[in-house]
C-alpha cells in the first residue's frame, strides 16, 4: 500500500488549490468508498474563520465535487499551527492534539465499534486529515466544518438543565470510553505485565499525564515545605486580596490535619476515575446540533453535544473536566434548577450507562455502585484539584521560603503587640512575584475559591476533618501518628526576630516616600492644602 501524499500546510487563502483538495481529501474519499478517479472537483472556496485562537490560524475551505453524476459539498475546518516563535511556544500542545487525532482516536474508535453494543460516539468532530512533527512545511489539522453540520455555539443563554444534561452525557461517553478500553487493554496484556502497574500513559505514552499527590506527599521534603509553609502562604494570599479571608481563615483552621485530609482525599477512590481528560472543558468548548430521535417507532428531537479545541487533552481525574464544567451553570441554580447533586448524580448514571455498554461497571473499576459514594468522590477529586492548583504547586515553586516564612512571624508578633495594647508596625510584605511569581494571583486565587465554594470543596474538607478528629479521639491513649510526631522544622524558624529588623523597615518605608520626585511632594501637599481648607470651611 502507496504512503499517502503529505499535504502542504496553507498560509493564505490563495493556497487553496483544486490539487491542495486532491491531497487533503485522498484518504477521506477512500474511507468514505469514493474511488478517487472518478472525482471531479467543481468548485473550491477558502477564507479565513471569522473567530481566531491562540495556537493556530484557521480556515473554512468548501469543496463542491462531482461523483458518479452526483454533485456534493464537504466543508472543512482547517487548522494552521502558527509558525516562528509561536510554534515553538506551542509546539507541545499541538503535539498532543495530534497525538489525540492520530494514535488515540483511532484506537478508541476501534475498539467502540468493536465492543459497544450501545449507539454512543466520541464527542470529538470527524477527522479528515491531520499531520503535524513543527517543520511547517506540512503541519496541517483538516477536520469536520461542524458549523455546516448545524452545530451552533454555546450562548448564555444555553445555561439550562437540558444543555448541561447534554454537556454531562458527552464528558461521560469520553471518560467512560477511556476507562473501558483502560480494562480492556490492562486484561489482554496481563500476561506481557507482570509485576508492573498498567495504566492508560502504559497505552498513549506522547499524552501529559496528571502529577500524583501521592507521589508528591511520599517526598519527605516536599510534604515538609507544604506543611510549614501552608498556614504562611494562605495568610500572604489574604493580604493580596481581603475577599480571600473567609477561605483562608477556613483552611487554616484544617491546618493541624492538612496532610492528613489531603491523604485520605488520595485514598477516597478517586484514582480508580483516572482517564482521557478534555483539560479545557468549559462551557464555551462545547458545541450543540438538535437531532431526531427515534424510540420504539415515536420520534423526538433531542440536543446533541460534541467537543472542541482538543490542546489540553491530558490523562487525569474526571474531576477536572467536571470543575471546568459545571460552575456556570451552578451559578444560575434559582432560574435553571441546576445544582450540584443533580449535575452528580446524572453524571453517575451517564458513566453507569457507558460502561454498561461496553459490558463493564463501576465495580470493574474498584468503585463501589452507589450514587451517594460516587458524588463524594468526584467532590473529593473537586478538592485535589483545588488544592494543587491553588496552594500545593504555588508552595512548591516559591522562591523565597525562608522570607515568607519569617514575614509570618513577624505578623503573629505584630498581632500579639496590637492585642496586649502595645504599639506595633505592620510588617513589610514580600514581593509577590518573589512568592508566586505573578502579581494577578491573588485574583486567579479568589476565583477559584468561588469556583470551589460552588463545588462543595469546603464542606467536603471538613468532613474528612470531622472523620479524622473523630478518629484521634478514639484512638488509644498515648498513641501518636506519624504525622503528629513529627515537628521537623525549617532552621530559620528557629532564628530569632530582632526588633532592628522592623525599625529597618519602617526606615525602609520612610526611605520609599522620601524618594518620591519634587512634583510628586508638591502635588501631595497640594492636595491635603485643599483638604483642610475643605475642612475648615
Known amino acids: 500500500m502507496e504512503e499517502p501524499q503529505l499535504v502542504p500546510t496553507p498560509y493564505s487563502k490563495d493556497d487553496f488549490t483544486v490539487e491542495w483538495v486532491v491531497a487533503a481529501l485522498q484518504d477521506w474519499w477512500r474511507k468514505n468508498d469514493f474511488d478517487s478517479n472518478k472525482v471531479e472537483i467543481k468548485s473550491v472556496s477558502a477564507k479565513l474563520n471569522d473567530l481566531q485562537g491562540l495556537l493556530s490560524t484557521t480556515y473554512v475551505v468548501d469543496v463542491q465535487f462531482e461523483y ?3 454533485i456534493q459539498d464537504k466543508s ?11 510554534a515553538a511556544q506551542f509546539h507541545d500542545a499541538n503535539t498532543r492534539e495530534s497525538s489525540m487525532f492520530t494514535e488515540v482516536f483511532p484506537q478508541l474508535q476501534e475498539y467502540l465499534v468493536d465492543n459497544c453494543t450501545d449507539v454512543l460516539q466520541l464527542p470529538l468532530p470527524e477527522i479528515v486529515y491531520c ?11 483538516i477536520l469536520e466544518n461542524l458549523l455546516a453540520a448545524d452545530y451552533k455555539s454555546f450562548s448564555q443563554e444555553n445555561l439550562t438543565k437540558e444543555y448541561l444534561k447534554s454537556c ?5 461517553q469520553l471518560h467512560g470510553t477511556g476507562l473501558a478500553y483502560r480494562i480492556h487493554r490492562q486484561g489482554s496484556e496481563k500476561s506481557d505485565l507482570e509485576g508492573e502497574s498498567f495504566g492508560l500513559k502504559t497505552i498513549f505514552p506522547n499524552l501529559n499525564e496528571q502529577a500524583e499527590l501521592k507521589d508528591i506527599l511520599s517526598d519527605k521534603m516536599k510534604k515538609k515545605l507544604i506543611k510549614r509553609n501552608f498556614v504562611p502562604f494562605l495568610k500572604f494570599l489574604q493580604t493580596k486580596d481581603s475577599d480571600l479571608k473567609n477561605y483562608t481563615t477556613f483552611l487554616i483552621k484544617a491546618e493541624k490535619n492538612i496532610i492528613k485530609i489531603l491523604q485520605k482525599a488520595i485514598n477516597s477512590g478517586i484514582s480508580n476515575l483516572v482517564s482521557l481528560c478534555h483539560g479545557d472543558a468549559k462551557p464555551d468548548n462545547f458545541l450543540f446540533r438538535r437531532i431526531e430521535i427515534e424510540l420504539d417507532d415515536l420520534s423526538c428531537e433531542g440536543l446533541e453535544a460534541i467537543l472542541i479545541d482538543w490542546q489540553q487533552i491530558f490523562l487525569g481525574s474526571v474531576s477536572n473536566d467536571l470543575m471546568w464544567l459545571l460552575p456556570p451553570f451552578l451559578e444560575g441554580q434559582a432560574e435553571n434548577m441546576c445544582t450540584l447533586e443533580f449535575a452528580l448524580d446524572y453524571y453517575y448514571t451517564q458513566m453507569k450507562h457507558v460502561l454498561e455498554s461496553f459490558g463493564r461497571s463501576l465495580k470493574d473499576i474498584g468503585i463501589k455502585d452507589d450514587p451517594a459514594e460516587f ?3 468526584l467532590k473529593t477529586g473537586f478538592l485535589l484539584e483545588f488544592f494543587n492548583v491553588v496552594i500545593i504547586n504555588p508552595i512548591l515553586k516559591l522562591e523565597e521560603g525562608p522570607a515568607l516564612r519569617r514575614w509570618h512571624r513577624k505578623v503573629l508578633r505584630h498581632e500579639e503587640k496590637i492585642k496586649n495594647g502595645a504599639k506595633s508596625k505592620q510588617p513589610a510584605e ?5 512568592v508566586v511569581g505573578n502579581p494577578q494571583f491573588g485574583k486567579f486565587a479568589n476565583l477559584y475559591c468561588k469556583v470551589a465554594h460552588i463545588l462543595g470543596v469546603f464542606p467536603q474538607i471538613g468532613n474528612i476533618n470531622v472523620e479524622i478528629v473523630r478518629e484521634n479521639m478514639f484512638r488509644d491513649e498515648g498513641e501518636k501518628d506519624e504525622e503528629e510526631s513529627n515537628e521537623d522544622i525549617f532552621e530559620d524558624e528557629e532564628e530569632p526576630l530582632t526588633e532592628e529588623e522592623d525599625e529597618e523597615e519602617v526606615k525602609q518605608n520612610s526611605e520609599d516616600t522620601a524618594s518620591q520626585s519634587l512634583p510628586s511632594r508638591i502635588y501631595s501637599w497640594f492636595l491635603s492644602l485643599f483638604g483642610l481648607c475643605s475642612k475648615k470651611q
Open 68 to 70: 458518479e453524476d452526483d
Open 168 to 172: 454531562i452525557e458527552c464528558l461521560a
Open 76 to 86: 472543512l475546518f482547517v487548522k494552521v499551527p502558527l509558525r516562528a516563535d509561536g
Open 375 to 377: 458524588q463524594s468522590i
Open 131 to 141: 499531520h503535524y512533527n513543527g517543520d511547517g512545511k506540512n503541519d496541517i489539522f
Open 430 to 434: 514580600p514581593d509577590i512575584e518573589k
